[in-house]
């Protein structure tokens, strides 16, 4: 099956810093990766969509200055949080989608849950 | 724009026995497809099956059945002889365009679901 990994799975920071997390396609290329972020029992919603290659597309209310996507290849996305925040503590996870019989494949990522102090 | 519903936020079965999680979905779109994603206590999603609109019959992968009602704009999981590693949340989600053309994936509240010894 494919593997997406994400790294790291967990990190705590001070207020003010950048945080920087990784989203790998393992044993497949991605046509596209995708941004979550998930609050503490409330569902997954979609930060952006990244090409490789391309700019990301953001979702109506993310900040593009704020997160930070880039997609240097077809196997690997990385989420900076700039300047974080308290309110940005959340559980972020991304997912890379390949082409199926009939529909795009989204395989996620194990999530990296995100604290700031 | 797509959207799903999921009214139940939590919901009790006995071992062995099978429950039924309910999602219903709004989408002006004559092509789309339907997943169910389980998400256990450390966060990863698991994919457990997908429905296309055009697809003839109902989906299913080992105990897991979707009980697809095009007319009634219902997608509802059916999970048999439910076991205690069942006990998760789970979305069921929907396939959309975003802004830049790539699919993604709306996904509903979710439902907790607890299978009781």
């Known amino acids: 099956g494919a593997v997406v990994s994400q790294h790291p799975s967990w990190v705590i920071c001070k207020s003010g810093t950048s945080v920087k997390i990784e989203c790998r396609s393992l044993?497949?290329?991605?046509?596209?990766m995708f941004w979550y972020r998930q609050f503490p029992k409330q569902s997954l919603m979609l930060m952006a969509t990244s090409n490789e290659g391309s700019k990301a597309t953001y979702e109506q209310g993310v900040e593009k200055d704020k997160f930070l996507i880039n997609h240097a290849s077809l196997t690997l996305s990385t989420l900076t949080v700039t300047s974080a925040h308290p309110e940005d503590s959340s559980f972020y996870i991304c997912?890379?989608?390949?082409?199926?019989?009939?529909?795009?494949?989204?395989?996620f990522g194990p999530g990296t849950r995100l604290t700031v102090l | 724009a797509q959207k799903i519903t999921q009214t139940q936020p939590g919901m009790f079965v006995q071992e062995k026995e099978a429950v039924t999680l309910d999602c219903t979905y709004d989408?002006?779109?004559?092509?789309?497809?339907l997943f169910w994603y389980k998400q256990p206590s450390s966060g990863e999603m698991i994919f457990l099956i997908y429905q296309g609109s055009y697809d003839q019959q109902n989906a299913t992968e080992g105990r897991y059945s979707l009980n697809f009602q095009k007319a009634r704009k219902s997608a509802n999981l059916v999970i048999s002889a439910s076991q205690l590693g069942d006990s998760a949340m789970y979305f069921c989600a929907m396939r959309a365009l975003t802004q830049g053309g790539s699919e993604k994936l709306v996904f509903g509240k979710g439902t907790k679901l607890t299978v009781n010894p």
């Open positions: 044993d497949f290329q991605a046509t596209t």
């Open positions: 997912s890379a989608s390949r082409l199926a019989e009939t529909y795009n494949e989204q395989f």
């Open positions: 989408t002006s779109d004559p092509s789309y497809g």
